[in-house]
């Protein structure tokens, strides 16, 4: 599977720079085929489900939505209000606190790592709309 | 005499109260993390790298090493009282760790690990320090052929020491080699896969990757399954290990540290698989193999001491040929280059004050960790009883600041974030992390060496077959790449 999306890509390499790639890719393809044949002597191929059950994959794919949505937004946002409003999601929606808590935690800890990381370590945060 | 000079040269670098500050940080940093499940030491060291760059590398490099083996005393504290690995390492610890906690003996376990730690994190530092200089010698004679059948010789053995399949540790190398192709082309100059992306112009960072693989992916994972583990109630007064006890550790230890020792040099080689071996070798050794898993002992000492030996022994091949043997050594190499430091044959001549100055460290920073943990112990319990639904988000943040902290661009998020999801997938599917992480830190060293050997040979491929040190990394290498294959028809043959 992950053989075959790396394939083409190793196809396209120019010459010189691309031997080393085109080695790979050959190579990938070679493994995927036998991972498939081995897969394929298997009975439990299919048999599993991916999700432990629904809820838990309901939450995985709104986490992973808000962080998805957290890479895009740090930049005009600023990590200050971004990274509140992503553990404010990750507090209350994903693991469930009350409203209140989730809010105060989120308020508490994103301004004390403003206050550690771009305050006192100086480290280069995207400072966003709020300190433009 | 020479060797006392540098042994004072070394303590005389160390004794400086910011980097005694900083030793004492890396070490206590490692054992919280070490405590903590789900995030482990390559993950801690990627956030905390872009700190080390305002310091000076001898500084930086001592506390990152600190919080390396202080990663390995805190991990057995989760194994042994929670029965999950507070990181990689400590997995086998759980065995007969955590049956030793719930028969009311988690103080001698604790203990034991401890002061297995100790002996073993010291025993490796003296092999540090004589080894390499001798290392050093031999790592003259190495050509460019040379490096890439040693590299060649790591990832095999990385790829048979994997738990899993090994066709599917074979291609997360490859696909991590390919990874790592991403980015400028060296010689030529000219941009491959970027897809006209600048941010992958400088190809694929691996600190995203290693924040997302194991961090993200673990946090992921946690939200998937959000259970907290029960802490044993664990009576803590009797620390120090009895006679009796020590009378069954002492072999153990001993037999733990050489084993982790040089399996840690080995490339490719890693605390975890140390800790395998060794617990393999005391079952096998042992006259009662039965009780292994039952609580003994001796299953708790050998691989607390293999993976503290295994640690120091890691830092050899870095030293002395440049070459990171794993995710943490290559983040090490990146805070030396960073801080205008090559490693290399030429290192210890060089800048004998980081190699010794590191050395004393190690000394240091393990006697600092055996008079921080006995007593700190519960304290360390109090740390487990954070519920995962606390951490998770915290572990998030860390990863969010440490990835933008690199240079403060958000498509290195989005990268991490790709592969925190990636890593999840693949813990679905059983596919492991490490050898992609290993085969993208040697992609480009292995693109380069071959490259080059091939302008040498004038393209033959014959040349790491010729010349005598690369023949015999080549062989050993193959070895264990065909190991399992031959296995794998032996087996079917037998059956059939």
């Not at chain 2, 905390?48 to 930086?60: E, H, I, K, M, Y």
């Not at chain 2, 503290?308 to 002395?320: D, E, K, R, W, Y």
Request: aromatic share 12%; charged share 10%.
């Amino acid at each position: 599977m992950v053989a075959a999306l790396q394939l083409p890509v190793g196809r396209i390499a120019r010459p010189g720079p691309g031997l080393f790639p085109l080695l790979l890719g050959a190579t990938l393809a070679g493994l995927g085929l036998a991972l498939l044949l081995q897969a394929t002597g298997t009975e439990a191929f299919a048999a599993r489900s991916f999700w432990a059950d629904a809820s838990g994959g309901r939450r995985v794919v709104g986490a992973i939505a808000v962080l998805l949505i957290y890479s895009f937004a740090v930049e005009p946002l600023g990590f200050l209000a971004a990274t509140f409003l992503l553990l404010a999601f990750l507090f209350r929606v994903t693991f469930g606190f009350r409203w209140g808590i989730s809010l105060a935690a989120a308020a508490g800890i994103s301004l004390v790592s403003h206050l550690v990381f771009v305050t006192w370590l100086r480290v280069n945060l995207p400072p966003g709309w709020l300190s433009a | 005499m020479e060797f006392f000079d540098n042994i004072l040269l070394g303590f005389s670098t160390l004794f400086v109260p910011s980097r005694l500050f900083f030793c004492f940080l890396g070490t206590l940093i490692g054992t919280v993390v070490g405590v903590l499940p789900g995030i482990g030491p390559a993950g801690a060291i990627s956030l905390l790298l872009p700190v080390t760059f305002s310091l000076d590398p001898t500084t930086g490099i001592i506390m990152l090493a600190g919080i390396y083996y202080g990663c390995m005393y805190g991990g057995s504290t989760t194994s042994i009282l929670v029965n999950i690995p507070g990181e990689a390492a400590s997995t086998v610890t759980c065995l007969d760790g955590y049956q030793m906690a719930r028969q009311g003996r988690a103080g001698a376990a604790l203990g034991i690990s401890a002061f297995g730690s100790f002996i073993a994190g010291t025993i490796g530092v003296v092999g540090l320090m004589l080894l390499t200089p001798l290392l050093t010698k031999f790592a003259v004679a190495f050509g460019p052929p040379e490096y890439f059948a040693l590299m060649f010789c790591g990832l095999s053995i990385l790829i048979y020491l994997a738990s899993g399949s090994v066709l599917k540790a074979v291609i997360m190398a490859v696909v991590g080699i390919f990874l790592g192709v991403i980015g400028l082309d060296i010689t030529t100059g000219i941009p491959r896969f970027t897809y006209g992306s600048l941010t992958l112009f400088d190809g694929v960072g691996i600190v995203p990757v290693v924040m997302g693989l194991f961090g993200i992916a673990e946090v992921l994972d946690s939200i998937e399954r959000p259970t907290q583990q029960e802490v044993v109630k664990a009576d803590l007064s009797h620390l120090l290990p009895t006679r009796d006890d020590w009378k069954a550790s002492a072999g153990p230890i001993l037999r733990g540290s050489v084993v982790g020792f040089f399996l840690g040099i080995l490339p490719g080689g890693t605390a975890t698989a140390a800790t395998f071996a060794s617990y393999a070798l005391e079952k096998k050794l042992s006259k009662h193999p039965e009780r292994f898993g039952q609580g003994t002992i001796e299953g708790v000492a050998a691989p607390e001491a293999a993976n503290n030996a295994a640690v120091t022994g890691a830092f050899i091949p870095l030293i002395s040929l440049g070459i990171p043997t794993n995710p943490v050594m290559a983040m090490m190499l990146g805070a030396l280059i960073v801080g205008g430091v090559q490693p290399g044959p030429l290192f210890i001549k060089e800048r004998p004050d980081i190699f010794w100055g590191v050395i004393a460290s190690m000394y240091l920073g393990n006697l600092m960790l055996l008079i921080l943990n006995l007593p700190l112990i519960p304290l360390w319990v109090k740390i487990l009883r954070i519920p995962m639904s606390v951490l998770a988000p915290l572990i998030t943040l860390f990863c969010m600041i440490g990835c933008l902290s690199l240079n403060g661009n958000y498509v290195e998020v989005l990268i991490m974030v790709l592969f925190g999801i990636l890593g999840f997938v693949f813990r679905k599917f059983e596919y492991e992390a490490a050898p992609l992480v290993f085969g993208m830190i040697l992609s480009s060293p292995i693109e380069n060496k071959l490259r080059q050997s091939l302008l040498m040979s004038e393209g033959s491929f014959g040349i790491f077959f010729t010349r005598p040190i690369a023949l015999f990394f080549m062989a050993v290498g193959l070895t264990f790449f065909l190991l399992p294959v031959l296995q794998y028809l032996w087996s079917r043959r037998r059956s059939a």
